[in-house]
Nanobody, 119 residues
Framework: QVQLVESGGGLVQAGGSLRLSCAAS????????MGWFRQAPGKEREFVAR????????SYADSVKGRFTISRDNAKNTVYLQMNSLKPEDTAVYYC????????????WGQGTQVTVSS
């Protein structure tokens, strides 16, 4: 069974940086797409970024493009989200997710990690 465990959230001032990690286990991830999503209080969950485990192709939401970078470490089975120039509107619970190629729905989700950006 695939398991995803996020870490790295916390409290940071506006303009600061954080790096989130997602440790993946229980699957052959070369055939997966890994994504980061977030959900702010009172809002729907939204897509942040995704990466194809094999090949490393990435995609970002417009709201984070140029500030966030998604990457993966094959040896550690870990996906990262480097977040720079953080804004108060980035405050949310961040979730790691995985979907099998060629599926369109994410099959597996982590428990989430809180990111709070103070102004």
């Amino acid at each position: 069974q695939v398991q995803l465990v996020e870490s790295g959230g916390g409290l940071v001032q506006a303009g600061g940086s954080l790096r989130l990690s997602c440790a993946a286990s229980g699957g052959t991830f070369s055939s997966y797409v890994m994504g980061w999503f977030r959900q702010a209080p009172g809002k729907e969950r939204e897509f942040v970024a995704r990466i194809f485990w094999s090949g490393g192709s990435t995609s970002y939401a417009d709201s984070v493009k140029g500030r966030f970078t998604i990457s993966r470490d094959n040896a550690k089975n870990t996906v990262y989200l480097q977040m720079n120039s953080l804004k108060p509107e980035d405050t949310a619970v961040y979730y790691c997710a995985a979907r099998r190629i060629p599926g369109v729905e994410y099959d597996y989700w982590g428990q989430g990690t809180q990111v709070t950006v103070s102004s």
